[in-house]
């Protein structure tokens, strides 16, 4: 069975530029959340998607947004960096919305530094 | 809305003694409480989880928490810690927000540094 991937591990972008992150879900899974981990903190929600359709946001601007393909993985796209965005990204995959007791897999992060 | 306090940001212990980590939640509704594991460079791995039922919950590695609904705490013990649990280790609750959709809401994080 194969984990939860995410890609790429490290990146680094400039104030105003965009970026996407990807991240290819364990098998069978068909919900995908992001979390933004900033350094020294615990992940904050960004938001969470259910068979391609956004299900539920945290409190994250719109230029954090995301896809969902029909074969489950998604990527978080980011526009207009700024320096706060710095941050370990973290995507978790999970069997199915509505229960809290699914349990979240998590992939690795893509750590993206904003200069 | 839910929120997590977890009280100490780094617990340093020798090994081989006993551990706990502390976690307490807010919210106006039923909720279910994970612990989760975070080693360098690495995600988040799933330590124990608390749904329903006995509120002695035992996991992964050794690790039990207990549910206490009336202090609001859901505290992470470990009898006889090991040099390998050095780690970070995050407290999450997750209740109903809505079209059947499900928030975690994660804790700060604790260090756990595990000495010889």
């Known amino acids: 069975e194969t984990g939860v991937t995410q890609s790429p591990t490290h990146l680094i972008k400039t104030r105003g530029q965009q970026v996407t992150l990807r991240c290819s879900s364990q098998?069978?899974?068909?919900?995908v959340s992001w979390y933004q981990q900033a350094l020294g903190q615990g992940p904050q929600f960004i938001f969470q998607?259910?068979?391609?359709?956004?299900?539920g946001r945290g409190n994250f601007p719109p230029r954090f947004s995301g896809l969902q393909f029909p074969n489950y993985s998604s990527e978080l796209n980011v526009n207009a960096l700024e320096l706060d965005d710095s941050a370990l990204y973290l995507c978790?995959?999970?069997?199915?919305?509505?229960?809290?007791?699914?349990?979240?897999?998590f992939g690795p992060g893509t750590r993206l530094t904003v200069l | 809305a839910q929120s997590v306090t977890q009280l100490d940001s780094q617990v340093p212990v020798f090994e081989e003694a006993p551990v706990e980590l502390r976690c307490n939640y807010s919210?106006?509704?039923?909720?279910?409480l994970f612990w989760y594991v975070q080693y360098p460079n690495q995600g988040l791995q799933l330590l124990l989880k608390?749904?329903?039922?006995?509120?002695l919950v035992k996991g992964i590695n050794g690790f039990e928490a207990e549910f206490n609904k009336s202090q609001t705490s859901f505290h992470l013990r470990k009898p006889s810690v090991h040099i390998s649990d050095t780690a970070e280790y995050f407290c999450?609750?997750?209740?109903?927000?809505?079209?059947?959709?499900?928030?975690?809401?994660f804790g700060s994080g604790t260090k756990l540094n595990v000495k010889p």
């Open positions: 608390y749904l329903s039922g006995s509120t």
């Open positions: 919210s106006s509704v039923s909720v279910y």
């Open positions: 999450a609750v997750s209740g109903k927000a809505g079209n059947n959709f499900n928030k975690f809401y």
């Open positions: 098998s069978g899974h068909n919900t």
């Open positions: 998607y259910y068979r391609e359709e956004e299900n």
């Open positions: 978790a995959s999970s069997t199915g919305s509505g229960t809290s007791r699914n349990e979240q897999f």
